[in-house]
């Protein structure tokens, strides 16, 4: 999941066709479900995301426990690794 600047929360391609995903050999509908939006600095973020898939008998749900927004990184986080 990500969200861009000026947009709302998008969700992750599932392949092919947006909201399916390969399954059992088969492309089948795939939903998520957003809940429990809390506001964290001033961003609207959900905190339960409920996964179902067609022709499955359960469903996934994922609970997010903390969120930070901008948080102070260290800039070698980004610096590429030498090659020796």
């Not at 600095?41 to 901008?70: D, F, R």
């Amino acid at each position: 999941m990500y969200c861009r600047q000026r947009s709302t929360l998008r969700r992750p391609d599932f392949g092919p066709k947006d909201g399916e995903h390969l399954i059992a050999g088969k492309m089948r509908p795939v939903e998520i479900y957003y809940r429990d939006y809390k506001s964290v600095n001033g961003l609207m973020v959900p905190y339960v995301l409920k996964t179902t898939v067609q022709a499955a008998k359960q469903s996934h749900n994922m609970t997010i426990e903390n969120v930070v927004v901008k948080p102070k990184l260290e800039h070698s986080l980004f610096t590429v690794p030498k090659i020796k």
